[in-house]
């Protein structure tokens, strides 16, 4: 509606089964405001169509009669499954890595359902044809906890007569390792590769088909696919290729090419329940062609595609000879001296005699298959990832890999019998099917000219807000990963501080119930004696509320976890209210919540009060010769800081779910924690926290930490400690950010907290080291895990990692004016303020954020006229929501004079609620 301040007065929702007859009803019109998240009760594996309609009401003024609310007409319908129970009939079947079964029809097919799932992954095929685009099914769970599986729709692709259902499967996570499944202790990966299906028919006759997987009636034989290894890629023999496997019936293949497909009791530490899929698939979003390509020696090209990306290449060859062998090596740079493929870290691994990074020379050898001891090479640092293909003869070659992704820009060719065409090789990069619904801009400003390594880099806010945005992409694997080109593993501390940045830019919704649903597993699970999960001390008993660093778990980080890991249970779970207002969602949590807030109290040290356990700290700030990694702020305190905020968001989240006692006891520990933080890091000789020779008044991060929890004992404390920051960023750094990934997160808010939004500015637009403009200007496409991006310092990481990502958040918020606001009766955008800056008004002139928030569009737009002295301020706020309008009552010598609404001609107050419709505004500033 064009009405300004309209609401909804009433609902009404009706749900209906596939034979129209209504199966759920609210009351009729119900009187609500509610749009989102009603609860409902359904049958499983059934498919519903529901349609809703909506009653408005317009606000009269005080001189009109009040009028009867509008109602709307009824909405389309739409349709939706449930998911339903794996029969038990399904079995669990496996051999090799190629599976079908055939079966006949003598109707037609009105509505079919698969439901499937395989492990490490899958894909899955129905008359010749995979049954939809997502790459390889399905998602990362703590396997001995729940295994997902993937629902399809494929009524399209059913037939009357015979039809043949296949699959494919991989390693990936399952059988990269000893983790979940011995390959040793299984024989081979066939061993471990496993696969269960349900294919559910309604045929036009009125009856039902099943078909499940069972041994009896499915065959399996080697496909082309011969090695899979996450980590180091796969071979595919073209060789081994067997046309028409599933779409012919199996009487027209040769004897003994399929064998009877094997039982197979599920390996390793035993499988969880077959749970839904709760996030979106992984698929491909953007393909690149190479920017540049250049030969290296007669086979061999390497091709630029100018995008550092998580994903994979497509090879295409016009004529191939028998045996041909082609490789594919992947990589993020290339080396400084010669600009050639960087064979750096190619060197023998003391412990595994692995190769380092990439790309290192193919440890795939000829003499296939590969022994099963080539899964030993290490993936921690030592990720290969090189695919190789093996040629038939055959022309018009299209080789895409199944189960191996990378992390990479460049892509070295080898086995080329002659020069390479422009679509040789595609790029594609490919996550987690998140939709972007949030678009940021502003001004193009340029780096500051700070002095002679500066280059000036123009456009640089949008640059480094397209890093992040390429890193967070880059890093949604199913779980928010670390990074794509060696761990690829859910690091829970990079995934909390790049959280609120996320949901700004992404719809998180889903994928964080996924994640959340990951984090309460492993909690469940505990550490335990097992090798991949042992608890740090023996003092530590199993499902004690503690989590570890890395979910899902597989032996990497510790268990107990880093505090500032472990947090993001809470982390996120409040920031998902705050952008998605999914109070279920609490509410499911809220035990685990509790149960790791319980381990927290119970691990306080006696001697100070606080949880001040050492770990990863402020991990990668900026190195100092001498000192170990992360030097500038004690990891203590890092810890200490995150379990206060953790206490606060509790309570945020016991008032949500109506849980007052819990609240207050956690606003009684929290306020308890501020006292002791205080009494224990800050040095008032200084007026600094945590002062250290190598950050006299206390680091970037140790500051801004204080300010941000709220710890200093008075208002003259905070103003020492805000000088001290200020110092620190601009005498002892000259505008430069020396954090890490804690520091990354708050520094810039701490900065706008204390009125300094100028100097938060000046830590952006550097491009000189250290900064993100540093990365930028350099060349990089997407953010690295260390300053210098090996160029500076000796931290040898990725070159797409999002854990430095938090700056991201104040540069959409800050900049634009938005922030989404939360409490216990209001969240997901239902209100949000609007907040403008002076210093950011002066400095940028412009910018502009969009939403699409679970009530629509929230549109805004900024700009100042140093002209006339005016801001103008355009703004779509949806039905629902609503915001607070705050503009600087100066800027700089300027005073705010009046806020008109240039549509009525009225005149704004500041500090005023809009209500949903749009708004055209100026604000004039006087002299």
Known sequence: ???????????????????????????????????????????????????????????????????????????????????????????????????????????????????VTGLGAFYFYLNGQRVSDNIMDPPQTSYSQRVAYVSYDVTKLMQTGTNVLGAVLGNVKWGYGDVWCNMTVAGSPDGCRILKAYLHLDMADETSVTVVTDPSTWHVRQGPVTWDHLFHGET???????????????????????????????????????????????????????VSQRQINQTSWLFDFGQNMAGFV????????????????????????????????????????????????????????????????????????????????????????????????????????????????????????????????????????????????????????????????????????????????????????????????????????????????????????????????????????????????????????????????????????????DVALLKEHYAGLQQQMEYFAGS???ANGLLDKTGYGDWIDKPIAGYPRSARTPSGSVSAFYYGLALKYMMEIAITVGDTTSAQNYESKYNATLIAYHAAYYNSSVGGYNPLNIAQRGSQTSNSMALQLGVAASAGVEAEVAAGLVADVVELNANHSTGGIVGMRWAFPALSQVGRSDLALKLLLQDDYPSIGHMLAHGQTTLCESWGCNSHDSD??????IMFGGYNQWLIEQVSGVFASSNATCSGWCHFDYQLDATVVLTLKQASYSIQSRFGWIKTAWSWNPSTNDVTITMTIPIGSATTLSLPSKLGALTL?????????????????????QYDLKASYKG
């Open 796 to 801: 040898n990481g990725s070159y797409n990692h």
């Open 1 to 115: 509606t064009d009405q300004r301040n309209s609401h909804q007065h009433s609902y009404q929702v009706q749900v209906y089964t596939r034979n129209n007859t209504l199966a759920w009803n609210s009351q009729p019109q119900l009187s609500s405001d509610q749009t989102i998240f009603i609860p409902i009760t359904l049958t499983p594996g059934e498919t519903y169509t529901w349609r809703v309609q909506t009653a408005l009401a317009v606000p009269q003024s005080s001189s009109q009669s009040p009028q009867s609310p509008t109602l709307l007409a009824w909405s389309d319908p739409l349709a939706f499954d449930v998911a339903p129970d794996f029969p038990s009939s399904a079995q669990w079947i496996g051999g090799r890595n190629t599976l079908r079964t055939e079966f006949n029809l003598t109707a037609p097919v009105t509505r079919a359902r698969a439901y």
């Open 236 to 290: 595919y023999n073209a060789s081994q290729e067997l046309p028409h496997w599933a779409d012919h019936p199996l009487a027209t293949f040769g004897e003994g090419e399929w064998t009877p497909a094997q039982t197979m009791s599920p390996p390793g530490p035993g499988l969880g329940p077959l749970k839904p899929t709760l996030l979106p698939p992984i698929r491909v979003k953007e393909s690149f062609t190479a």
């Open 897 to 917: 004079g009046q806020i008109e609404d240039t549509a009525t001609q009225n005149v704004i107050h500041n500090q005023a609620q809009l209500g949903p419709g």
């Open 604 to 606: 306080v040290n006696p």
């Open 314 to 581: 497509t090879l295409k060859l016009a004529t191939t000879q028998p045996g041909q062998v082609v490789t594919l090596a992947h990589t993020e740079i290339l080396t400084y001296a010669n600009n050639d493929v960087n064979n750096t870290y190619c060197k023998p691994n003391p412990v595994q005699q692995g190769l380092r990074h990439e790309p290192c020379a193919p440890h795939q050898q000829l003499g296939h298959p590969h022994s099963i001891s080539d899964r030993f090479i290490g993936d921690f640092n030592d990720a290969n990832m090189t695919n190789v293909y093996i040629a038939n003869g055959n022309s018009n070659v299209v080789y895409t890999p199944f189960f191996a992704y990378a992390g990479f820009r460049y892509v070295l060719v080898t086995g080329l019998l002659s020069p390479p065409t422009t679509d040789t090789v595609t790029a594609h990069f490919a996550h987690t099917d998140v939709e972007e619904v949030g678009y940021f801009h502003t001004a193009a400003v340029k780096a500051l000219p700070n002095n002679a390594s500066s280059l000036e880099t123009p456009d640089v806010l949008n640059g480094i807000h397209r890093l992040a945005r390429y890193s967070q992409l880059g890093n949604l694997w199913s779980v928010p990963t670390d990074c794509p080109q060696r761990e690829r593993r859910g690091w829970m501390g990079d995934a909390q501080v790049s959280s609120n940045q996320a949901m700004l830019k992404f719809d998180m919704h889903r994928f964080y119930v996924m994640f959340l649903a990951n984090i309460r597993d492993s909690q469940e699970l505990g550490c335990g004696t097992r090798w991949y999960r042992p608890c740090a001390a023996s003092t530590y008993k199993e499902n004690n509320g503690s989590l570890p660093d890395v979910v899902p778990y597989d032996g990497v980080g510790g268990w107990p976890g880093c505090i500032v890991w472990q947090v993001a249970y809470t982390v996120i779970a409040r920031n998902a209210y705050r952008h998605y207002g």
